[in-house]
Each structure stands twice: as structure tokens, then as C-alpha cells.
């Protein structure tokens, strides 16, 4: 059975890999790291870049956390127990520049230790999704693509499964919209028949480790494409949109502030510029207006 310091470990080594793999695409930035610990138990390890060559803000960060939870949590998650451990490794990516997209990744293990000891709530989640300001498709091609030859490596049935996950997770209700070109996204994913634990937590390290060769390769294919200032707004616009997502919907968020979490590491998913304009509609046959058109569930990129 692998155990939580085992899995803990593992996490923070990929925090470590994707910080200085970061730096080296950026070239100018570095992390500044902030130890916290957190009232009621555990803590963790924030790692912020900001106002670097490519990446304007960037968040890499470890937690390993424990304590009881919430009445409110307990009833979310349909548990009955008080006492639980989680631990991740969450990354958002906000670029300076329109044509770089903006990324997410989380890696995740929770567990709450029944009465018995003998029979706990264990389970792994995560997931990684794109948000392109424009929509290239053989970048979204060889985004897919990469996750699915991820996917495949331990069960051909994942990409698919958690690919219409994520369309539908990532999903702007009120704006009838995708956040983006979606990923892959799953939850309390659990030991079965034909589904040990072992593969699953070489699966959650399989994908933590393919952040950084597909989203080099991305970040080099567009970071020195000419951009206007118009270019520039619709970014920003596109920014609003992540926000919106991520204040509205996102679980992450919720669980974090709904146990007590660090506000900081919390919110450092936002970018630090953002636009909201009123009643915005894209100019006809815009490039602008074909992306919009692509944000949307079902798209078979893969």
C-alpha cells in the first residue's frame, strides 16, 4: 500500500522539476517561495513568478494538509468522517503574451481514515486543461494528443472518459462557453479489479511530468509572434473569463477556502490584469470571433 509520505514526497519533487524547468523557459524570471503553515494542521509551500520574459505571473505550488473538516465539506464530499489528509501539486500559468495560452494542472490525493482503520476513504483527482487567447488547432491537436498518449500508458479507457470530464467541468455556465480547449479532468479515482493503486499514483506522477515538455513546446511555438495592442485586450478580456470560471465554479477554490486555506495560494490562479467590457461582441470573420466560435464541448481534438 502506498503511503500518504510517499505520495506527499513524489508531489513535491515534481514541484521541484516544474519550478526550474519554468525558469529555464522563461530566462529571466525565478520563484520566490513562501513556507506556510496552516491553522489546524499541515502547511505548504507557495511559488510565485511574476514579470518574467514570457510569464507575466505564475503560481507552482506544494500543500500537504490535514485536520477536520467542515461540516459544509463533509456534506459536499457525502462523507461522515471528521479527520482527513490531502495533498497536491496546483499550477496556473498566466503568459504576457496573447498568442502563449494560459495553463492549469492539478495533481491530487485525499484520504480520511475510517474508525477501523482498516477500510479509508482514499482516492486521487486531477487534471490539465488549456486556455488559449486564440485558438490554434494544431496546437490544440498536439495538446490532446499529448495527453492522450499520457492516458494510454495505463488505461485506454481515460482519455476519453476524462476528457468529456474536463469539457465538462471547464464549462462557463453562464456565459455558455468552455473555458478553453478543455484537457483532461478527473475525480476520486479509486483502487477497483483491474485498476491497482500503484497505477493510479504512477499515473497522477505520469501526468504531472508531461506539463513541461508540452507546455514548453507551446510556449515556443508562439512567443515571438507579432501581437497588437488590440491583440493585447482580447487577452485581457479572455482573462475575465478565467476569472469568472474560477470564483464561480472551480472546486479547488471552494475546498481551499471552505478549510481554512491560505488566501494567497489560493487566489494566485488569478491573472494580474483582467478586462470586463460591457456587452462585448466580436467583429464578424475576426479571428476573435473563430475562437469563440471553438469554445465549445465535444471538439474531437485528439
Known amino acids: 500500500?502506498?503511503?500518504?509520505?510517499?505520495?506527499?514526497a513524489a508531489y513535491q519533487l515534481i514541484q521541484d522539476e516544474i519550478c526550474t524547468a519554468l525558469e529555464q523557459v522563461d530566462g529571466k524570471a525565478t520563484f520566490e517561495e513562501e513556507k506556510w503553515e496552516r491553522e489546524g494542521g499541515g502547511g505548504g509551500r507557495t511559488r510565485i513568478i511574476q514579470n518574467g520574459?514570457?510569464?507575466?505571473?505564475?503560481?507552482?505550488?506544494?500543500?500537504?494538509?490535514?485536520?477536520?473538516?467542515?461540516?459544509?465539506?463533509?456534506?459536499?464530499?457525502?462523507?461522515?468522517?471528521?479527520?482527513?489528509?490531502?495533498?497536491?501539486?496546483?499550477?496556473?500559468?498566466?503568459?504576457n503574451h496573447p498568442m502563449v495560452p494560459i495553463i492549469h494542472m492539478n495533481i491530487r490525493y485525499f484520504e480520511m481514515p475510517s474508525k477501523d482503520n482498516e477500510n479509508p476513504v482514499r482516492w486521487f483527482g486531477g487534471g490539465i486543461d488549456l486556455t488559449p487567447h486564440y485558438v490554434f488547432e494544431d496546437d490544440a491537436k498536439f495538446f490532446h494528443q499529448n495527453l492522450k498518449s499520457v492516458c494510454d500508458q495505463f488505461n485506454h479507457d481515460f482519455y476519453a472518459r476524462f476528457k468529456h470530464w474536463a469539457d465538462d467541468y471547464f464549462y462557463i455556465k453562464h456565459r455558455n462557453e468552455t473555458r478553453g480547449i478543455g484537457g483532461i479532468f478527473y475525480d476520486r479515482l479509486t483502487a477497483s479489479d483491474t485498476l491497482t493503486w500503484e497505477t493510479i499514483f504512477n499515473f497522477s506522477q505520469a501526468l504531472g511530468r508531461s506539463f513541461i515538455p508540452t507546455y514548453t513546446e507551446l510556449v515556443n511555438r508562439n512567443?515571438?509572434?507579432?501581437?497588437?495592442?488590440?491583440?493585447?485586450?482580447?487577452?485581457?478580456?479572455r482573462r475575465s473569463r478565467y476569472t469568472e470560471f474560477n470564483l464561480v465554479y472551480d472546486a479547488g477554490t471552494k475546498f481551499g477556502l471552505e478549510t481554512n486555506g491560505r488566501i494567497e495560494s489560493i487566489l494566485m490562479s488569478l491573472p494580474p490584469t483582467a478586462k470586463w467590457v460591457y456587452n462585448y461582441h466580436a467583429q464578424p470573420g475576426s479571428e476573435e470571433e473563430r475562437t469563440l466560435g471553438l469554445l465549445k464541448k465535444g471538439i474531437n481534438w485528439a
Not at 73 to 91: M, Q, R, Y
Open 53 to 95: 520574459n514570457i510569464l507575466e505571473k505564475g503560481g507552482v505550488n506544494f500543500s500537504a494538509v490535514h485536520g477536520q473538516l467542515p461540516s459544509g465539506v463533509k456534506k459536499a464530499l457525502n462523507v461522515e468522517h471528521d479527520e482527513f489528509f490531502a495533498t497536491g501539486v496546483s499550477i496556473v500559468i498566466h503568459p
Open 1 to 8: 500500500m502506498i503511503s500518504k509520505e510517499e505520495i506527499s
Open 223 to 237: 512567443r515571438d509572434k507579432k501581437f497588437t495592442e488590440d491583440n493585447q485586450n482580447w487577452q485581457y478580456q
